[in-house]
């Protein structure tokens, strides 16, 4: 599924007058500020670390490459929560996010949050080593890393939970980035809490580990991956922007290794979804279409690389994405037909009709597979989005509002609905619909401003509607006063 959406940019100034702001930032709650904006750094009970981690996540909407992919997004939050089911300690539900960035990195953050760069996929040689990521990412939060990291600075009083806070959004997703803005603001200190110490380290890495054995994975992977990373040093000035946030000093290879041999040595099949999920990875956002689809042709004819299935789905994406319908058919329809069910190559055969000018085939072809998985993030929103295009607006109205009922914070179900309004020339639900999207980005002024213009359309009759949307009108503007007055 391709959809080019507007992307909401903010100025890296509202990530740091905003980032303590209350959670979960919804116009139709009156949860209050947490009082963390003091030099007097409190220690975190759970509700207060959700909040800020809730915060964090719209900053990094507003301000970061995240990647709305339907398929990737599944791929990612099963294997996530496969890991989560398998951890000890879980306190709170987990939730797992893309950012196009080709550098190798995974991070995790107060609340559950853990994102992962694309490159890290692109780097990684199996599934096992790509959990690995997750697994230690995941041991961070449980374990409550940097909630104890300001425990320890307590005593501080040169540091901010604000500034603190600003600087680890920075880093996370951009560690040259937030290093320099540290350095900048003479807040040097504050990077102990950006990079783990070696004990956190270490207990992530312990606990990661057996995670990721009890999930089914093979636990030799940690010390393959953090080998690898180990010889990226030794061959570039530079280091994978990982370990600007997670060291590794000698010795820490050496005790994953070690650690590894607890667990019996044995044989893991290769995941053919990670293997997809890869290619997709590297045709879709780590290369232009045409240079995407030299290289897959060159991996094929050397058949040197991880799998010949996965290939040929790049491939396919990449005669798709140059709009080379024909060829891109004869491949893709090819991967269909020899596993119907699997949902990246249903995503591609929806790209592909439509592509074709064929979205009401694009639509009866999915019709089906919506009736035998009802609300599966990748059929649903490829079923909309097919219904848009065949100009169905009243089927993929009907298709969003029940996909949003269960899952409200869905930003890309959130821009098609959107969409949808506008085609209907619903002016009133369109513009509702926009300030929902922007409040997802702490544009709560926009948002205002966007509800107002909803105002405008709704008839003088229409009592219930008016007094809803001045209540959500007068909230947007108080969640405007709660961040400025930090």
């Known amino acids: 599924m391709r959809i080019k959406s507007a992307f909401i940019t903010l100025a890296l100034a509202l990530i740091t007058s905003s980032v303590l702001s209350s959670g979960p930032l919804k116009a139709q709650t009156n949860f209050k500020l947490p009082d963390l904006g003091t030099s007097a750094l409190q220690a975190l009970p759970l509700e207060k670390e959700q909040a800020i981690g809730e915060v964090m996540m719209m900053q990094i909407r507003g301000s970061s490459p995240v990647v709305s992919d339907p398929v990737l997004d599944e791929y990612l939050s099963t294997l996530g929560r496969k890991l989560v089911a398998n951890a000890s300690d879980v306190r709170f539900p987990f939730s797992f996010f893309w950012i196009n960035n080709p550098e190798i990195n995974a991070f995790a953050f107060y609340g559950g949050h853990v994102g992962v760069h694309t490159g890290l996929m692109a780097q990684s040689d199996n599934e096992s080593q790509f ?21 320890q600075q307590q005593d501080n009083s040169a540091m901010t939970i604000a500034g603190m806070v600003a600087g680890i959004l920075a880093t996370i997703v951009a560690p040259d980035a937030g290093i320099a ?11 102990s809490q950006l990079t783990h110490s070696r004990s956190a380290e270490q207990e992530a890495d312990r606990i990661g580990m057996q995670t990721l054995n009890n999930a089914g994975f093979d636990p030799y992977a940690s010390s393959e991956f953090l080998t690898k990373l180990a010889a990226q040093i030794r061959y570039k000035y530079k280091p994978p922007a990982f370990l600007l946030t ?3 000093p000698e ?3 050496s005790d994953v290794r070690l650690r ?8 893991y099949p290769q995941s053919l979804e990670f293997n997809l999920a890869k290619s997709r990875v590297i045709a879709r956002y780590h ?5 995407a689809e030299n290289l897959f042709r060159k991996l094929i004819k050397e058949n040197t690389f991880y799998n010949s299935t996965a290939l040929k789905y790049g491939l396919g994406i990449s005669l798709l994405d140059q709009k080379k319908y024909a060829e891109a058919a004869t491949i893709l329809d090819e991967l269909m037909a020899a596993d119907p069910k699997n949902l990246f190559y249903i995503d591609t055969h929806t790209d592909l009709l439509i592509g074709q000018g064929k979205a009401k085939d694009a639509v009866n072809f999915l019709e089906s597979l919506h009736d035998n998985r009802p609300n599966n993030q990748v059929i649903t929103l490829n079923y909309a989005n097919a219904a848009l295009e065949a100009k169905q607006y009243a089927l993929a109205e009907r298709l969003l509002k029940s996909f949003l009922l ?5 930003n890309l179900a959130k821009q098609l609905i959107t969409d949808v309004y506008k085609k209907q020339e619903n002016l009133a639900a369109y513009h509702e619909a926009n300030a929902d999207v922007l409040a997802q980005y702490g544009a709560y002024l926009k948002a205002a401003d966007e509800v107002q213009k909803a105002l405008n359309f709704v008839e003088p009759q229409e009592v219930i509607k008016q007094q809803r949307l001045k209540a959500l009108l007068t909230q947007y503007r108080q969640m405007q006063k709660e961040l400025a007055r930090l």
Request: proline residues 5%; glycine residues 2%; without cysteine.
């Open 406 to 410: 269960e899952k409200p914070e869905h």
């Open 287 to 291: 290369h232009k279409p045409v240079d």
């Open 260 to 267: 590894a041999q607890q667990f019996e040595k044995r044989q």
């Open 246 to 248: 997670h060291p590794l």
């Open 131 to 151: 959990a690995s990521v997750l697994g230690h990412e995941i041991a961070h939060v449980t374990q409550r890393h940097l909630a104890r990291r300001i425990q």
């Open 251 to 253: 010795s820490r290879v």
């Open 181 to 191: 803005i540290l350095s900048a603001s003479q807040t040097q200190a504050a990077f």
